[in-house]
């Protein structure tokens, strides 16, 4: 497998009552909460430890798209990668993902990710992503709309990247006279694409259809719930008459190790909680607005979650046992992701080190145990065989929708 | 007696359900959807009142290209030739006074009278309409009821919606927010409505706290023959509030 070290950026410093006195973190969430002198400090802090990753020989780094919201700092996580193209030698570079569904003009992503391909030599990995309900309020976007601009967005990236410009461009909610992107991405035919999703059935079996790496969220869900969509994803691609490459599956998991099982629990614990009950809060109107999934499609969420979502984390018992995370010494977060491996047949690893507001030096020591410790054990689990003629992780030509 | 059946409508298939005879009444719902309520009920004494579902609602896997009031209003001009109105009056409440008022800017020839309650549809300053995708169904009771505790309140506004209506619920969820998402409103509506020239009631719920009563103005500032009635006792919906006071107001200027 290989292993993309992921970063929220999340803003630590909410006040201590946060829980007490706000609904969400997100949408209205007042930004006289942000200090910008602490973020000065905050933002250079995580490019660190993202450039630590790459030092650390980690196969990528990933950075993500949020708006308005205490939750992840990255608006643009286009400019995140740009930081990170000059500062890093090999990592690749995941946008995970852009959200192609707010922006009316596309062609926009699809320039700001052909030009850091080509400034990073091709080291650029395409995440294309719907967005959270939340951003639907944030960039006002109208929800019922949100899987059509998605699909139409991606297939107007996807041609603008590889076939010949100009040419015309007339969709329902895109229409571009002349579509004719310099730069050309430096992968041939695009830059691998991978596709997040929390277990819908029409992006499941979209992403299936055109052979991308399926990224399994919600990242903070029970084992078994994410273990089901991994296996969704996996039955999806036999139904389309071929194997899912381990590659293709991508799973995002909050990781900390520490020198012992108890201590890491010890550390980890505190900074958990504030992701958990401050950067979590959220309205259910604000990550469910209406259409951001079909009816049927969410009446299919809804009962899965009552079967398999707590609709509150309370104890550590309870997230230990469910599986949310993979806490504790090397030894122990070696063999977990082992058998998760095993079970799900995972082969891109996406690790989130930086829990809430977990300080830097703890992130850094767990980062440094975890590569030297865990990360070479993963390295022979869960290989593909070399695919004839076809780039890793997806970058295979898109099969007409 | 009330009669419900699904007729094609320029090639949509639409649900509507009318009871009553007399004059023709047709009531453009809001977006809770397409529900029999007590108002409606109130008005059958002395109208057929016309409750047709609006493109989507039921089914908002048809909701098509449907994205804006205009593209209802050719829906409605359908209507009118499947249902063989002739002058009809048009009642909107909510979202569907909004599409009603566009109407009647564009088609007054082919309406009796015009009544507008809580509508939405303008703009006006300092006064936007409250979130109603963005509020919690807790957030939204009091802004939309007069008595925000009532079991009225907590039938029409759920913490979640019972079983069987969970699927029509989201669906029409779906369908309001197509047409009414963040901004209920077209800024060119005001100055068109100059043209709606046919009498018309604005009926207004006192303590609509969704759609503020200087809306009820400034329609009525807009409209060329429009008298405003504010309801007391009643939020977003005084067809479910106060039933029979909004049945008597509407009767009265109908004459």
């Known amino acids: ?401 | 007696m009330m009669t419900e059946s699904v007729q094609d409508v320029g090639g949509r298939a639409t649900r509507i359900v009318r009871s009553g005879r007399g004059r023709p009444l047709l009531w453009l719902h809001d977006t809770t959807g397409n529900r029999w309520t007590q108002g409606h009920e109130a008005l059958v004494r002395r109208h057929e009142v016309i409750a047709p579902s609006l493109p989507g609602f039921d089914d908002s896997t048809t909701l098509g290209q449907i994205d804006r009031t205009e593209d209802v209003g050719f829906w409605l001009l359908d209507l009118w030739d499947a249902l063989g109105l002739e002058r009809p009056v048009l009642l909107g409440c909510g979202l569907g006074g909004w599409i009603a008022a566009d109407f009647a800017a564009r088609y007054p020839e082919r309406l009796g009278r015009l009544v507008l309650v809580d509508a939405y549809g303008l703009q006006v300053d300092g006064a936007l309409a409250a979130d109603e995708f963005a509020l919690t169904p807790p957030m939204l009771r009091p802004l939309v009821f007069a008595e925000p505790e009532a079991s009225l309140a907590r039938e029409w506004v759920p913490d979640a919606q019972p079983p069987e209506r969970v699927e029509s619920a989201l669906h029409a969820r779906v369908a309001a927010a197509r047409l009414a998402w963040q901004f209920p409103y077209c800024p060119k509506l005001r100055g068109r409505l100059a043209r709606a020239k046919v009498p018309a009631l604005i009926l207004w719920g006192a303590q609509d706290r969704l759609v503020p009563t200087a809306h009820a103005h400034a329609y009525a500032a807009s409209l060329p023959d429009a008298r405003v009635v504010v309801l007391p006792g009643a939020g977003h919906y005084p067809w479910l509030e106060t039933p029979d006071r909004f049945a008597d107001e509407v009767e009265r200027f109908l004459g």
């Not at chain 1, 630590?52 to 939750?71: I, K, P, R, S, T």
């Not at chain 1, 608006?75 to 990668?81: D, K, L, T, V, W």
């Not at chain 1, 091709?122 to 601009?149: D, H, I, K, L, W």
């Not at chain 1, 799900?344 to 809430?356: A, E, K």
């Open chain 1, 1 to 401: 497998m290989r292993v993309y070290m992921f970063h929220l950026m999340p803003w630590p410093h909410l006040p201590a009552d946060f829980a007490q006195t706000h609904d969400t973190a997100w949408v209205v969430c007042e930004n006289a909460l942000y200090d910008a002198e602490r973020g000065h400090e905050v933002y250079n802090r995580y490019l660190d430890e993202l450039e630590l990753a790459d030092q650390l020989g980690f196969d990528g780094v990933c950075v993500n798209e949020h708006h308005q919201n205490a939750y992840g700092l990255m608006p643009s996580p286009n400019i995140m990668a740009a930081c990170l193209a000059r500062r890093t030698t090999r990592a690749k570079l995941v946008i995970l993902g852009n959200v192609l569904t707010l922006y009316d003009h596309p062609l926009r992503v699809a320039e700001e990710i052909a030009m850091l391909d080509v400034i990073s030599g091709g080291r650029v990995v395409s995440g294309q992503v719907v967005g959270t309900g939340n951003e639907f309020f944030s960039y006002n976007v109208n929800p019922t709309y949100a899987r059509e601009r998605f699909y139409e967005a991606h297939e107007l990236i996807v041609k603008a990247w590889t076939e010949p410009g100009p040419f015309p461009w007339e969709g329902t909610h895109y229409r571009f006279r002349y579509v004719n992107v310099w730069p050309r991405p430096f992968q041939k035919p695009h830059p691998p694409i991978w596709i997040p999703g929390s277990g819908s059935r029409e992006t499941i079996d979209w992403v299936a259809k055109k052979r991308f790496t399926y990224m399994v969220l919600p990242t903070l869900a029970p084992y078994a719930l994410r273990a089901a969509t991994a296996e969704a994803f996996r039955a999806a691609c036999e139904r389309e008459g071929y194997t899912a490459r381990h590659e293709q599956i991508g799973w995002g998991i909050g990781v900390y190790v520490a020198e012992s099982d108890a201590r890491a629990v010890q550390e980890y614990e505190p900074h958990f909680w504030y992701y958990a009950k401050n950067l979590l809060r959220n309205r259910e109107t604000f990550n469910s607005p209406p259409g951001h999934s079909s009816v049927q499609s969410t009446l299919g969420v809804l009962a899965a979650r009552r079967k398999g979502r707590p609709g509150n984390f309370n104890s550590w018992e309870e997230i230990q046992k469910g599986g949310f995370v993979v806490v504790g010494s090397p030894a122990t977060v070696r063999d977990r992701l082992t058998e998760i491996a095993t079970h799900t047949g995972l082969g891109t690893l996406i690790p989130n080190f930086s829990v809430g507001n977990v300080p830097h030096h703890l992130t850094r020591k767990s980062v440094e145990l975890f590569a030297r410790e865990v990360m070479p054990h993963l390295r022979g689990v869960n290989v593909d065989p070399p695919a004839d003629g076809v780039a890793r992780a997806g970058a295979r030509a898109p099969v007409p929708a």
